[in-house]
């Protein structure tokens, strides 16, 4: 019935932590305010910043806002506070290319990824926003021996965890994606793909909105333009009690101090800084990677087609533009202004996977800031520092793994235990030597 | 993308080289703790700000060395004069 309810959204909204449903959108009510004119509520509120909240989470993408969405509903702890220095999802969330996949290298990469796919599929429903989730098939190529190899391999780790995924000819990717080119005389043919079903693209600031308004329905609130300055700790190693052995008290912000016994840290390509400020050092490095989408087309593109060999991978929008990303930029730096080399780049590849868009017109270019880990797998869960957590270290593929970053984070604060899905995440296995080696399903493939 | 003062080949693109990454110090196999090694293997300051790293000219003198460079606005800082012998042997 959901459908046909006027969308009284926002209005009469009560204290925190009272438990109401998010205000819902309906087409009835799209339908009512497209004849007055009405303008549309707020999606979040904005609320005076207090001095103290029981958990304070850095950095206000999809990471941050689903953890803060699934303390409210999965574990009912709503004194919650989101900053971030710029805007909700002005950071990677925002930047990324909206691709979302399960076929991953590593068991324990699979069976992460899997949960995130899931919980992207019943996404519109549960947070009542149209997150255009497009379930279209991806397509990963193998242009040599040694791919093809990787592909299969890939495909029954895949099996083995009941992901639908399978490694398939060039004539059968010819029929699935026609425009491009199979033949064996290319520079770098086709030898065959992995194809996964499930994959596809999903609207990415929907995501971001829907986590926004949910957690806001539930009493977190979201502080933008709120940058931390500095973590606040006692009792550790270092100099002002930070480092091991220490615990959080709060953090300093451009608008004051702010008291908490948890603060967690989700702030991607600024996650070795703000770790830095509570003594925790992390094994990341930041780099910037490209992306760009063309001027819209009529649809002829069906499936995400990633290619490791020419690092590029590109999919088509609902609107009809071709969004293209790439490798990470090959120097560390903070810059998101593009390159020449990387438009170059881009053309010379994706001309010889599909010569027939030649003609095509690029819209606009722009990057966003990875944190790269030495084994390409997150880092996720307790620091030395008690009431510290991370859940950082996403590099190039973070924005698949939003929701189940969110669901298993909240487990963790909630539980004070470390969950089993996460638990080859956790930062000492840089000590320990167990490190998840995610490469080769990581490092180009989106 | 970035043009890289190399001291034996003058500015070079960033693709002629190879970015060997922040300097860091190497401990000694003799002495150091694991924790040295973990520290000297994984762990870097990734700064936002001026930092000193090391490059390898692929494409010209093949040649390591180090430069000064702001990693938030990629300006390099007193490189090495061109003409001025650098790298060879370790």
């Known amino acids: ?446 | 993308m970035l043009l890289v003062p190399c001291p034996n080949c003058g500015p070079r693109n960033a693709s002629d080289l190879r970015h060997v990454g922040e300097s860091t110090a190497r401990p000694d196999p003799s002495t150091a703790s694991p924790e040295e090694w973990r520290t000297y293997l994984y762990l870097r300051d990734n700064v936002a700000d001026w930092n000193v790293e090391t490059w390898y000219c692929t494409r010209g003198c093949r040649k390591y060395f180090k430069l000064e460079r702001n990693t938030a606005t990629n300006e390099f800082r007193n490189p090495p004069l061109p003409g001025t012998k650098v790298g060879g042997k370790a």
């Open chain 1, 1 to 446: 019935m959901a459908f046909f309810s006027l969308g009284s959204s926002g209005r009469g909204r009560g204290k925190a932590g009272d438990g109401r449903k998010p205000p819902s959108y309906s087409a009835a009510g799209l339908l009512a305010r497209g004849l007055t004119g009405e303008d549309w509520p707020r999606v979040w509120r904005d609320v005076p910043l207090q001095s103290s909240y029981d958990v304070i989470i850095i950095g206000g993408g999809v990471h941050g806002l689903a953890t803060a969405y699934y303390l409210a509903t999965n574990h009912g702890i709503t004194n919650v506070a989101v900053l971030d220095k710029a805007y909700l999802g002005s950071g990677g969330s925002g930047r990324n290319t909206a691709i979302v996949r399960s076929n991953y290298l590593t068991p324990e990469g699979v069976a992460f990824y899997d949960r995130s796919l899931n919980l992207y599929n019943t996404m519109t429903e549960d947070l009542n926003i149209n997150v255009m989730f497009s379930e279209r098939g991806h397509l990963t190529l193998a242009h040599s021996d040694s791919a093809l190899r990787t592909m299969h391999w890939r495909a029954e780790v895949n099996k083995l965890q009941d992901i639908d995924s399978s490694v398939i000819d060039p004539q059968q990717v010819a029929e699935i994606v026609p425009s491009l080119d199979i033949s064996p005389d290319a520079h770098h043919p086709i030898m065959g793909a992995l194809y996964h079903p499930p994959g596809g693209i999903i609207r990415h600031d929907a995501v971001v909105w829907g986590y926004a308004r949910g957690a806001d329905a539930r009493g977190v609130e979201m502080h933008q333009k709120t940058e931390v300055l500095d973590i606040l700790c006692t009792g550790g190693d270092g100099p002002d009690g930070k480092g091991p052995g220490g615990k959080v008290t709060g953090v300093r912000t451009n608008r004051g101090d702010i008291s908490a016994p948890i603060v967690v840290n989700c702030t991607a390509g600024w996650a070795s800084l703000i770790s830095d400020m509570a003594g925790v050092r992390l094994p990341i490095t930041t780099q910037p990677l490209q992306a760009a989408v063309t001027e819209p087309v009529k649809v002829f593109l069906p499936a995400v087609v990633v290619s490791g060999s020419l690092h590029v991978y590109v999919s088509q929008t609902d609107r009809g533009e071709l969004v293209f990303g790439a490798a990470v930029d090959p120097f560390t730096n903070y810059n998101v202004r593009g390159s020449l080399e990387f438009t170059e780049g881009l053309a010379g590849h994706i001309l010889e996977l599909m010569p027939g868009v030649s003609k095509m017109r690029l819209l606009r270019q722009w990057a966003g800031l990875c944190d790269m880990t030495p084994d390409y797998s997150p880092v996720m869960g307790f620091t030395p520092v008690e009431g510290f957590l991370v859940d950082v270290g996403w590099g190039t593929y973070g924005f698949k793994a939003g929701p189940v970053s969110g669901e298993q984070m909240a487990e963790a604060i909630a539980t004070q235990q470390t969950p089993k899905l996460i638990e080859a995440f956790k930062l000492s296995r840089f000590e320990a030597g167990t490190l998840v080696g995610e490469k080769g399903a990581a490092a180009v493939g989106h």
